[in-house]
């Protein structure tokens, strides 16, 4: 096990491994997880509901049937979700993931999560494995839409809001995001695995490794040749040679390390 220095990041050798690892690689996958938005303020699943929430366990109100029992409660509980993302301001780890791309290499993001931090500091084409909050789709005939603005929360209504129609069906809207039981996206899906088996280093950060298929991800990369450095409070590496495992905040760890890589070298 790799663990971190004092507050910091990583010690010196694997600091150094890492970052020869990024210096020498043409394409660079950035794979984030709900840790790397924790440090915005944007709480994970692992972490306690407040206020009107803390009755209710996310793993019930992520559902096709909460939904169609109470299309209201579900709407509200994702409207308090996106005012939550709105207010939070992109972090010192979502803004070294954009500025690695200065560097002159080619850097994709894969997230897990459904905020825009990463597209808020520059990073541009980035995967939504799990959909986005800033969307809708009609929950009859799937038709995508956008997320009216003054249908955001205000909290002395409570958490009960109706939904808007579909402009097609007029089938309630939903979140366009993955809930538990649903599959992810085919398309979005076949592009991340495709970016994952072409690169030369994935970092994996703020990632638990529990959630599938998504999960998968460090290993597809392993299997195809790529070296795998995870960034996480806790160790997740799973001690394979081409592993490298930080301990740290991603807000310490990635500007540390992404400072010791240089441009990359133009083609004559």
């Not at 990583?10 to 938005?37: E, T, Y």
């Not at 030369?200 to 392993?222: E, F, K, R």
Request: charged share 15%; hydrophobic share 40%; net charge neutral.
């Amino acid at each position: 096990m790799n663990q971190a220095g004092e507050n910091s990041g990583a010690p010196g050798a694997d600091l150094k491994r890492a970052s020869d690892a990024l210096s020498n690689a043409g394409h660079i996958v950035c794979f984030s997880g709900a840790g790397i938005s924790a440090e915005s303020g944007i709480a994970t699943y692992r972490d306690p509901l407040t206020g009107i929430w803390a009755q209710h366990d996310p793993r019930t109100l992520e559902t096709a049937s909460t939904f169609r029992k109470n299309p209201q409660l579900v709407w509200g509980w994702y409207l308090w979700r996106r005012q939550q993302v709105v207010n939070a301001q992109p972090n010192a780890a979502h803004l070294a993931v954009s500025q690695l791309a200065a560097t002159g290499r080619k850097v994709s993001v894969i997230t897990q999560n459904v905020d825009d931090l990463h597209e808020r500091v520059g990073s541009v084409g980035v995967l939504h494995l799990h959909g986005s909050l800033s969307t809708s789709k009609c929950f009859a005939c799937h038709r995508l839409g956008t997320l009216p603005e003054h249908q955001m929360p205000i909290p002395s209504e409570g958490a009960l809001i109706e939904p808007p129609r579909c402009g097609r069906c007029s089938g309630k809207l939903r979140p366009n995001v993955v809930w538990y039981g649903e599959d992810l996206p085919s398309g979005v899906w076949k592009s991340a695995i495709a970016l994952v088996k072409s690169c030369d280093v994935l970092i994996s950060v703020g990632t638990s490794g529990i959630v599938t298929p998504a999960a998968d991800i460090p290993w597809l990369a392993l299997s195809s040749g790529a070296t795998v450095i995870h960034v996480n409070t806790e160790d997740v590496s799973t001690a394979e040679p081409n592993e490298l495992m930080l301990i740290g905040k991603a807000t310490e760890v990635l500007p540390k390390l992404f400072a010791l890589v240089p441009r990359a070298e133009q083609p004559q």
